[in-house]
């Protein structure tokens, strides 16, 4: 089942911040973050691990909250290279088991302005 | 630099062709995997392999078929490409497991005429 991104989309000015909800119906185990930049690969952000660990990159941030099978991404103090569209991923096992093949969703576009 | 290659990054089939799409990766991956990307509906999954000559068949799989014959190269076959097909296909590949990285590839836009 596809998890559900909010927002779907969302217009920053430099030095804003953001958050990213990424929200599944079924019991997560891990949430998988990716950035994809416009004409661009997806490139791996984060994987989130159940437990409740914040992960952080650079100023970017995520939480894993199991219990409310929910995921959240903050970037901070958003740069021009924060622009693309973000995407989360969860595997389909609802017991944790994964091959490594992830559901993801329909992803949340974020534009960064000067 | 670690990488995973798609053999076309464009290309333009007509209806009822056979069409193959190649995707190389040179980090010694044990996964494989093929999406399809639609605006608004985000990365779905048509098929993913976990090894040589293994598949198992993702959320979309209706239309298409996969060939691993080698660890480092997994295709995409449109067995008769019709134009719901048309779209960008995005090849990845991961360590064996399921909370690695995936490493994608650029992309091939295909448009079925």
């Known amino acids: 089942q596809q998890p559900v991104q909010s927002p779907q989309a969302v217009i920053l000015r430099e030095g804003e911040d953001a958050v990213i909800n990424c929200s599944s119906s079924k019991a997560l185990y891990s949430v998988h973050w990716y950035r994809q930049k416009h004409g661009e690969a997806p490139v791996f952000l984060m994987i989130?691990?159940?437990?409740?660990e914040q992960k952080g990159h650079d100023k970017i941030s995520a939480s894993f909250n199991e219990k409310k099978q929910q995921s959240s991404l903050y970037l901070t103090a958003s740069q021009l290279s924060y622009s693309g569209t973000y995407f989360c991923g969860t595997p389909p096992m609802n017991y944790g088991g994964s091959q490594g093949n992830l559901i993801f969703g329909k992803g949340t576009k974020l534009s960064v302005k000067p | 630099d670690v990488k995973v290659t798609q053999s076309s990054r464009y290309l333009v089939k007509r209806t009822g062709e056979k069409v193959f799409l190649e995707c190389v990766q040179d980090?010694?991956?044990?996964?494989m995997f093929w999406y399809r990307q639609d605006p608004g509906l985000g990365l779905r999954l048509i098929y993913f392999s976990y090894d040589v000559k293994m598949k198992e068949k993702g959320d979309i799989p209706e239309g298409y078929s996969v060939s691993r014959e080698k660890k480092e190269r997994f295709s995409l076959i449109l067995e008769s490409a019709s134009t719901n097909q048309t779209s960008m296909y995005l090849c990845?590949?991961?360590?064996?497991?399921?909370?690695?990285?995936?490493?994608f590839g650029q992309g091939t836009r295909l448009t079925v005429v």
């Open positions: 990845a590949s991961s360590f064996r497991g399921g909370n690695t990285e995936a490493f």
């Open positions: 980090m010694d991956h044990e996964n």
């Open positions: 989130l691990l159940k437990g409740g």
